[in-house]
């Protein structure tokens, strides 16, 4: 469903992702776990095209998305909610991770 293989993304000429490679299939729940500046929200954002690795690949359903736009990806299905933003409490998991692909 979703593979990461060999992605490395910087920020300018600082490397915070160094040969990132996962696996999702589908139904799975999966944890990333790490220190802070470990690149736990840097992986987030390249998945959703926030920022581009500049080496390696991203497929979600066997679809090539390392370099396609945020709105291409959301529409694919993929999106999450920063840390510290505010979510709303009357909608349920799933909505509010629709509304955050739009904030």
Same mark, same amino acid.
């Given at each position: 469903m979703l593979k990461m293989v060999g992605v490395e993304t910087f920020y300018g000429k600082i490397k915070a992702l160094h040969g990132v490679s @996962?696996? *999702?299939e589908k139904g799975q729940l999966v %944890? !990333? @776990?790490g220190a802070n500046g470990a690149g736990k929200t840097t992986i987030l954002k390249t998945i %959703?095209? !926030?920022? #581009?690795p500049e080496y390696g690949t991203i497929h979600f359903n066997d679809k090539? !998305?390392?370099h396609k736009d +945020? #709105? #291409?990806i959301i529409k694919m299905g993929i999106s999450? *909610? +920063?840390e510290n933003r505010r979510i709303f409490p009357e909608l349920t998991v799933d909505e509010n991770l629709l509304m955050g692909g739009f904030l």
């Open positions: @996962l696996g *999702v %944890c !990333i @776990l %959703c095209g !926030i920022t #581009e090539r !998305i390392d +945020p #709105e #291409e999450h *909610v +920063p």
